[in-house]
């Protein structure tokens, strides 16, 4: 199960990837300890953590049609439109070979339905070493109003102004003396109720 509180892991195995980027996905609408556990949830009920199944996404192709619903009996939010980018990324990764989870970029991870700026750079923040990219999420966004900057929406931006946000967290980063991943997780443990936020 995903520990938000330990989201970083330059480290992880394929399978561990796999079970990340849905994480990622599920955490769109969701807060990440909600998220985790309906992710963990539905990986039970799929088989998606035992290794005969050949892992998370294996287990959604396995599944087949009955993923929305065990989706939905999981707690998983917006579940029929969330088991679309679910069956792409098993396809994309497992089927046709055209995404490499340790290797792909944001552009290649947003070309999957459902997967938008936040989520292709929160997935590579945490699991690429050196990533250069900011996670837009309601912290970061607080955060950022909270020193002054004007025009910062509640909820995550796309396009320019995406871009545009984007660069000033990393400047941020890099004033502080931190790593994108190390600054991301110092917001999300100042803004997050009760977390403990640790790097691994």
Known sequence: MIDPEKVTNFNRTDKELEEFILFWVCAAGKNGRTAARCLDKFLLFT??????????????????????????????????????????LAYAVKTHKTLNLKTCT????ESIYGIGPKTARCFLLHSRENAQVAG?????????????????????PTGKKYLTLEK??????????????????????KYSVGSIARRT
């Open 47 to 88: 088989g998606g953590y035992v290794d005969v199944y050949g892992g998370p996404l294996m287990s959604i192709i396995r599944v087949g049609a009955h993923v929305p619903r065990l989706m939905k009996n999981a707690g998983i939010g917006c579940y029929t439109s969330k088991s679309k980018t679910f069956d792409e």
């Open 106 to 109: 944001v552009t290649d991870l």
């Open 136 to 156: 837009l999420d309601t912290h970061m966004l607080k955060h950022l109003r909270a020193l002054g900057y004007d025009d910062v929406p509640k909820s995550t």
């Open 168 to 189: 000033i967290v990393l400047s941020l980063a890099k004033r502080a003396n931190m790593s994108p991943a190390e600054f991301d997780l110092w917001v999300w443990n």
